[in-house]
């Protein structure tokens, strides 16, 4: 069952920003609003026809399996968790929980449990953003497009994002850069035909499209498609510092590779820097963060709160 479906355990205050201090409060009912935004009576019902889904919401896919799982959650246990929403125009424009929303229209429920926010448009894509990391609802592609509107029409900084969504720097740039790609290639990110890791390295390379599809049909790994990238380049870019090498690599540096990979890899779900050192006993990752946000979001990943 969907986590929107799933009570969360109460947390003695959080390390970081999270969704409570971009809602308001984190009581149950939300009574408190954010500084500048009138507070909120607290959970209503309003009829669901009153709702329209939030221009601009940063996800574009919706997976027809999970919300038919929702709508049937849904249609035996009712909507656990309020959708927020703010007021636009005659009705209201949902601003967190257009899967809920949704999944209640197939349940045919009349009225749905709203939270209603005064938030300005700034605050109501942050929240939209936040809570779509927070839940991993989004693609990579729609991540990256969800930091450019907050850095294009709202003029966000790169390390406010990175504050906002308790990620590093580099990866808020790296989510960025993936924009630069072909809309074929980003489809193809989008609907994970090909990873973060493939299309990386797909940034700025010729014929980058012939080369997608020859990943997708041929199912090569990252580092193979890395191979690929580096031959149409022509091997003209200098080359980059190895890092050291593990002692246990075989002689073609296949492990060392590997790991590498896999902190990239790690690297990409955490939004944070995954170092892997590997020995003949054992080794140890070691996860960085800057924040205490950071360090929060790591903590819930752990624990599967954020998951």
């Not at 009581?27 to 309003?46: C, E, H, I, Y």
């Not at 850069?177 to 390379?205: F, T």
């Not at 990238?229 to 073609?252: F, Q, S, Y």
């Amino acid at each position: 069952m969907n986590d929107t479906q799933t009570p969360r355990r109460p947390r003695a205050g959080g390390l970081g920003r999270g969704l409570s201090s971009l809602f308001g409060d984190n009581d149950g009912d939300g009574a408190a609003g954010r500084s500048g935004t009138t507070p909120a009576a607290g959970v209503r019902q309003l009829p669901i026809t009153a709702l329209t889904p939030m221009a601009g919401q940063p996800r574009r896919f919706f997976d027809e399996a999970a919300l038919n799982e929702l709508a049937e959650s849904i249609a035996a246990r009712g909507i656990i968790q309020p959708i927020v929403v703010r007021p636009h125009g005659k009705g209201y424009e949902i601003v967190a929980g257009e899967r809920r929303w949704r999944a209640a229209q197939r349940a045919r429920l009349h009225e749905v449990p709203v939270v209603v926010r005064d938030l300005s448009d700034a605050e109501t894509m942050e929240i939209a953003l936040v809570e779509n990391i927070q839940r991993r609802d989004l693609t990579a592609i729609e991540e990256a497009e969800g930091y450019r509107r907050l850095i294009d029409e709202f003029g966000h900084t790169q390390e406010v994002l990175a504050n906002l969504v308790a990620k590093s720097r580099s990866h808020i740039a790296n989510l960025l850069r993936l924009l630069e790609l072909p809309r074929s290639i980003q489809d193809m990110l989008g609907d994970q035909r090909i990873s973060m890791g493939h299309a990386r390295a797909l940034i700025n390379v010729p014929e980058a499209e012939d080369i997608a599809q020859r990943i997708v049909a041929k199912g090569l790994s990252v580092r193979e498609a890395e191979k690929l990238a580096r031959g149409a380049k022509g091997n003209d870019e200098p080359a980059k510092p190895r890092p050291p090498r593990d002692p246990l690599a075989a002689d073609d540096g296949s492990i060392d590779a590997d790991l590498r990979a896999l902190e990239r890899q790690l690297g990409d779900v955490l939004g944070l820097k995954v170092s892997i050192v590997h020995g003949d006993k054992g080794g140890a990752i070691t996860i960085g963060y800057s924040t205490l946000g950071q360090l929060d979001l790591v903590c819930q990943r752990l624990t599967g709160e954020g998951i």
